[in-house]
Every structure is written in structure tokens, then in C-alpha cells.
């Protein structure tokens, strides 16, 4: 059966730690060409097609679904057993301040945060591959754009991604049948755009990962698959096994019908299907073993229904845990030859942890109220966004900080919430009784909110390392995080709320509250945007960076890292998209030096 | 009709037949019996972080609401001050609006247990201001007077300082209502939301919305 258990483990030409998008790509594409694998989950097992609350109502779960310290982001939300904090799962900031802090989410369960993401779904831009060599700041990745082009058209046909291919700057197109079309926008996205562009802010087609057709599955499969029928077979059927979007329930609840991407309804079925992929779930990776050669020999896990230790082993072995969780395990990976842990010859394991840059603004718009009723779920989440648009005017000099962001917004008609009306004496001047009824059905579907995503420059003051003291409920040492911001970094939150309220000014719209033009008061606390990347970065260079383009680790030959520590930058596009394509260019480098018996 | 839009939709029925497959059974054993009162409050626990999601729950079904009888009284009086009857709906206490306000109140969690004390203590201090200006509590106050002393804490910006502890209770316990009484069938539809049904194709905004808010091309 393909999920085993401590005592019916197999023989594997390759272990993968994490099944969320890194560990769910690896795993998918080692197995479909044919690799033996084994994926170790430290959450348990997760049944999106029966889990899923599909149409349940806030009014149907406890407190109306608001969101506690067991649920972050509201009862109805995917993740079980993960959030910013995981009972007996702590981790130390050196600093509580929220400019100096780190919050770590974590999601204990089969798919990780993939079950509850946002599926936005972004190309990263020539520039983003090249930074450094565009401004002078922080680390050129080792790859180009063309390198990892080819990876985001196989992500995005496998995956099923919207969008439109609007040729802007350093926002890349797609070849032909890469993308889905667009959803239709909404009354608020077409007003946001009329009138963001007289400011000068370009508003497209949203990126995410959600069918709005069904996948191709004539002719898809071959494409992913070239030259193996038995891969192209499975990926077909599945394919057809997966509905388009029936534009209702939120994605972040996951989708029964596997209308949208998540690892457990896209990766892991077809894998499973190949009959190469065994599952382990509730295997809590301590640490990587090597073998008197030098080599990784596999991975010892803890088993959290048991608490006792088991060892797996491979020929190769794959971090994907998510980037502060792969960077723990290397870390915890000590040895007499590798006493600072493994693959740190450079010292700088844990070293560049990046989270995104966020800031919101949140309004109201005159003209969107009392609008005829009308259904305005859509794809639930962003039918439209604002890519970067001040290239020109950041290289120059002109804005004060480095990198840019781009612009997330949503407004609409929307199922009712517990916060729907939040603090509504912000437009109604409190009142109350038979008039608060009718202020209600007016400002109804009239409030828009703003959340910039920006990129955050690497920088020496942000990294992570092992607490000396703290250990979690399986003994194992935990994380301790430093972190700082830069400048570039708190005046780019700044510039957003700048541009967020004239963006309102412009809509005819008021904003909730000031807008903050303090930067280090405007910035989100780093990881409250969920975008961990860095702490085994990818370059060059052995001397300087962790692995190499390929996720190589430069200390040890078969051991690999396929997650978002290996970034060398975080450009404001989500991270996701790019994780899979370079896991899957990695995957694609391990099953070519397998099959020349170089690992 | 095209053909392909046919077989869309022919797909999408099938799936919405597979997505019903995992709608929630109607609150199995949600009422046999009522959980036994306990001392205090830090002895209830929350629904954890792994739990049940496609049930439907209701209050008092994870853990016992607290609402003393004058408590219940005085919640549902300003319940109904906040959100009363009118021709398109009925009043927050008909709907069960009060009962939701306990289980908030009730509940095992951190921002929970601060708004318990600012919506007991709350309740107390409207009791005192309607006990000092009328002789008696606010529930047992006539409409003028529930009025009378509304209107000085409606707005936390104009209510005078003696008052502005009292107006923050407002504030949030007009939160919990508004938030309660749009999450129940009936609010849903007072606010025509016509959503969370499954659609064949997302059409987009009709001609009409479009031309309200001038986007079907006649202004700029």
C-alpha cells in the first residue's frame, strides 16, 4: 500500500521530507519517471475531497468561524494542526518586538500549507533571477530566467493556472497553452482598474492556480511526459478527475472537487498511482544520517503517534520540509565531521531567511453601493492584481528603496462573515436600531481592501539557528530567529499605503483609519505573510551559499534541498509557482544522474 | 447554447453532486443533553487544532454558555436596540443572535475572555447609568430611554469621557451583533447575498450594476 508505516518501509532510490508544493513536485516527478520514493510528512494523513467544508456557512461553525489561536485563519480554513504556533512545537525569538521578530507558521498535515494557500501564482521576471546584477544588492541566483523557464510552463500545465499574458515588464508570458483564461472580473476589479490607471498603476488579469476549463488532458500528458505513456496514461485520467471552478466556496478551505491546486489533490494522487510513491505520515524528520562513505545515507524520524525514533534510507534523500524546517534538520544534522551541521561548510546555513513585504489599506467606495444583488464569488479569490509597474523610476534612483511589489485587492458582494461589518461606525457614525439595518444592506459589498506583496532584500540580520536550550515534545532542538528590516524594505511598505489611498482618492472612495506613512509602522512583522524563503541558498560560489543551482548541496553529493530555502532573493512574486518549477528541474537533475548511475 | 458550454455544465452538475457527498449532516446529537455547568471558565477547552470541520455546530455544543438570566436579559434588550424587526427581517435576539454573544463570551480563547469582561462588565455599567438617570436596568427600560442612554454611547468619538468605557462596550458588543445576525439565514437574505451556489459559468456583473457604477463605457 502506498502509505506505510514505521515497520512496512521498502527499499527507495530517493526520500523526500515534506509533502506540501516542494515535497509534493519532487515526489511527483521522480515517481512518474519512474523513481522509487519515499515522502515523509510529519502531520497526519488529509482527505481534501471528504475534509472539505464546501458551502458550509460562517453561521454554521463555532464563533461564526472567527478565527482562535487553535484555527489562525477562521474555524472553516484548511490547515488542522498548523498555524504561527504548534502546541509542544515552539521555537525562540531573540527579540518580541515586532520589528525584530520571526513568526514561523507551520502546517502539520499531509499537503502543508497547499491546502490552504492563496494560489496566486506568479512567474518570477528575468530581473528577479539577476538582482544583484541590476542594483548592486543582495545575491544573483545561479540560474536565469531561460533556465527556469521551461519548468513554469510544465508547473502551469500540470497545476492549472489563470491568467493572461499582458507583456510587462519583468512580468513574463506564457507560451501558448500554459495558462486558462481569466475569470471574468468583477464590478470592483473593473472600477479599481479604470481608475488605478490614472495614476499610472497597470491592473491585469490575476494569476492563480484554479481551472476555470478542464485541463487538456488529450494532449497535456504527453507534453509533461514525453516519451513514457505509462506517466502520460495516469496524468490523463487524473486530469479529467478534476472539475473547473463552479464558482462558489472559498479556496482556502481546500476543494473537494479539486478545482484548484493543492498538493494533495494534484501532486500526490497521479504519484501515488505510479505505485513508486510510499507515504509516511506522522514522521517527524530529526535529522539526516550519513554513511561511512560520507554520503546520506536516509533520514531518522520520530514517529508522533508512537514517540519512538525509526530510520528510513535511500540512495538520494530531498529536503522539502519548507525552508526554516529544511534548514532545522540540516542543522540538527551534526556530526564529528559536520559539527556546525551538515552542508554548512560555508557557514551560512540558516543565514538569509526573507519573508514578503506586506502592508493593507482598507476603504470604501461610494459608488459600489446599493449596487442590483448579484453573485460576485467568482474564483473566490483575485480575479485581477496590479504587477510592479516603477522599474524604471526604482533603477533610477527616484523612489528610495530597491525592489518593488505588486498589488493584491478584492472587493464584492461577498458571503457574509463575522467581519463583514467590523467597526462599521467607521462609516456610519454609530448608528444603531432600524437605521443600522439600512446602513448595512447600503455599505454592503462597497468596502475594498488593499494588501501590497513586496521583496525583501536578504541581509546579514536575518537568519535562524539552534536554540542551545529548547527542545520540542520529541526532544528535538528548536529554532531561534533574528531578524531585521532594511529600509528598502519599510519605505516600500510605505510607498504602498501611499499608493493604496490614492488609489481610494481616486475610486471617489474614503480609507479606513490614516494611511501610515511611518514604513517600520506600516510593515507587516516578518512571516505573517507566509512567504519563508532562504536559509539554504543556491549560488555559485561553495565558499558562499549552501547549494547549487541544481539544490545540490556543495558538502554532500546526494543530498538535495527542492524547497524555497534555496533562494538567493524573494522577489514580490508568491513563491509558490517558483518552488515547483525548481523542484521539478531538480527532480528532472536526480532521475539523469541516476539514470548514469552518478547517484 | 454552445456544445461545449454543455458539457461544462453536465461536469459541473456531476461535481456539485460529489461536493454534497461531504455537506454536513445536521447537528448529530448536537442537543442530547446539556453539557454540565462547570466552575470556571479556564475548565473549558476549545475545539483543538485537528477538528471535526464538516460538521455544523451551534452554541453550547463545544462548551456550556455562561450568560447568567439577567445577563440574558440585558444582552437580549440591546440586541434588539441594535438590530430590531423591520419589514425585510427580523430582530438579532429572534435569530439567535444572544445565544451566539454567550458562546463568544463562553469561549476557551484569549480574545474571547477579553471580551468577556468588557461585555460583563459592560452590562453592569448600563444597568448603573439606567438604574441612576430611570430607577431601574436597561432591559426593564422602556424604548426612550434604552434611547436616551444609546445615543451618548453609539459613537465613541462623541460620547463625553464619563461614558467612554461604556461607549467601547458599545462598540464591540455592537460588533458581535451586526457580525452574529449577518451570519444567519435570515440576515444573509436581508443582505440579498446570492452567492455560495455552484454556477455552470461566472458571468460577471450584469449590464445594470456596470452602468450604476458608470463601467459600460458611457463615462470615463
Sequence with gaps: MPFVTPRTLGQYDVIVVGSGAAGGQTAYTLAMEGARVLMLEAGRKYEPESETPMFHTPGQAPLRGASTTDKPFGFHDATVDGGWQVPGEPYVNTSEDDSGRFDWWRARMLGGRTNHWGRYSFRNGPYDFKPRSRDGLGFDWPLSYEDVAPYYDRVEMLIGVYGANDGLENTPNSPPDCLLPPPKPRVSDLLVAQRAKRIGVPVVAGHRAVLTKALDHRNLPAKLHPGNPNAQAILASHMQGRASCFWATPCGRGCSIRANYQSTTVHLPPALATGKLDILVNAMVREVKLGKDGRARGVVFIDRTTGQAGEATARAVCLAASACETVRILLNSRSAQHPQGLANSSGKLGRYLMDTVGSSVYGQIPLLEDLPPHNEDGATGGHMYAPWWLYKEQLAGKLGFARGYHIEFGGGRRMPSLGTFDGIEWVTGGSYGRKLKEDARRYYGSFIYFDGRGEMIPNDDSYCEIDPETRDRWGIPVLRFHWKWSEHETRQAAHMQKTFGEVIQEMGGRVKGTIVTDGAKAIAPGGSIIHELGGAIMGSDSGNSVTNGWGQSWDVENLFVTDGAVFPSNADKNPTLTIMALAWRSADHILDRMRRKEL | ?220
Design chain 2, 1 to 220: 447554447m454552445s456544445e461545449s458550454f454543455r458539457v461544462d455544465r453536465r461536469t459541473t452538475i456531476k461535481w456539485v453532486v460529489a461536493a454534497a457527498a461531504s455537506l454536513p449532516a445536521i447537528r448529530r446529537g448536537a442537543l442530547a443533553g446539556a453539557p454540565p455547568p462547570v466552575a470556571t471558565l479556564s475548565a473549558a477547552r476549545g475545539y483543538g487544532t485537528d477538528p471535526d470541520l464538516t460538521r455544523v455546530y451551534a452554541p453550547g455544543d463545544l462548551w456550556p454558555l455562561t450568560f447568567t438570566p439577567a445577563e440574558r436579559r440585558t444582552a437580549t434588550a440591546l440586541c434588539d436596540v441594535i438590530l430590531p424587526a423591520d419589514e425585510r427581517s427580523p430582530s438579532a435576539s429572534a435569530v439567535g443572535v444572544v445565544d451566539f454573544i454567550d458562546e463568544w463570551i463562553s469561549a476557551p480563547y484569549p480574545d474571547n475572555a477579553a471580551d468577556r469582561k468588557i461585555i460583563l462588565d459592560g452590562f453592569q455599567a448600563l444597568d448603573a447609568e439606567s438604574t441612576r438617570r430611570f430607577g431601574h436596568g436597561f432591559a426593564d427600560s422602556d424604548a426612550s430611554s434604552q434611547a436616551q442612554i444609546c445615543d451618548e454611547i453609539c459613537d465613541l468619538s462623541r460620547s463625553e469621557a464619563r461614558l467612554a468605557k461604556t461607549a467601547q462596550f458599545f462598540a464591540r458588543f455592537r460588533d458581535l451583533t451586526v457580525g452574529g445576525f449577518y451570519t444567519t439565514p435570515e440576515g444573509v437574505r436581508d443582505l440579498r447575498y446570492v452567492g455560495n451556489v455552484a454556477l455552470a459559468r461566472f458571468d460577471g456583473p450584469p449590464p445594470e450594476v456596470l452602468r450604476k457604477v458608470g463601467l459600460d463605457g458611457t463615462s470615463a
